[in-house]
């Protein structure tokens, strides 16, 4: 079974910075995909970041593309995205989630934490 709990949402002023944890309970978390998405109010949810099992490879949604960092501490089964240049649209509740298959697909997480707010102000 997989269990995943983010903290570090918050309220922040546009142009400021926020940083997520994944915190992941998992037998072999160096198997899993990561990924973290993002739900605003009145939208679908959307991708925004995948990295690989290593975490050595990547991939970002256009829009948090330079501004948005996803990393994995392997050592801590712990998932991070650090958040720069925060914009009011970047508002939106972010969950974290995993699976065993292909990083590079956006598609087929099984396992999702609860979610965080996070609130840019403009």
């Known amino acids: 079974q997989v ?16 940083g997520l944890s994944c915190a992941v309970s998992a ?3 160096s198997s899993l995909a990561m990924g973290w998405f993002r739900q605003a109010p009145g939208k679908e949810r959307e991708f925004v970041a ?5 975490g050595g490879s990547t991939v970002y949604a256009d829009s948090v593309k330079g501004r948005f960092t996803i990393s994995r501490d392997n050592a801590k089964n712990t998932m991070y995205l650090q ?3 925060l914009k009011p649209e970047d508002t939106a509740v972010y969950y974290c989630a995993a699976k065993y298959g292909s990083w590079w697909q956006r598609t087929g997480y099984a396992y999702w934490g609860q979610g965080t707010q996070v609130t840019v102000s403009s």
């Open 50 to 54: 995948a990295l690989s099992w290593s």
């Open 83 to 85: 958040m720069n240049s």
């Open 27 to 29: 037998r072999t978390f």
């Open 3 to 18: 269990q995943l709990v983010e903290s570090g949402g918050g309220l922040v002023q546009a142009g400021g910075s926020l």
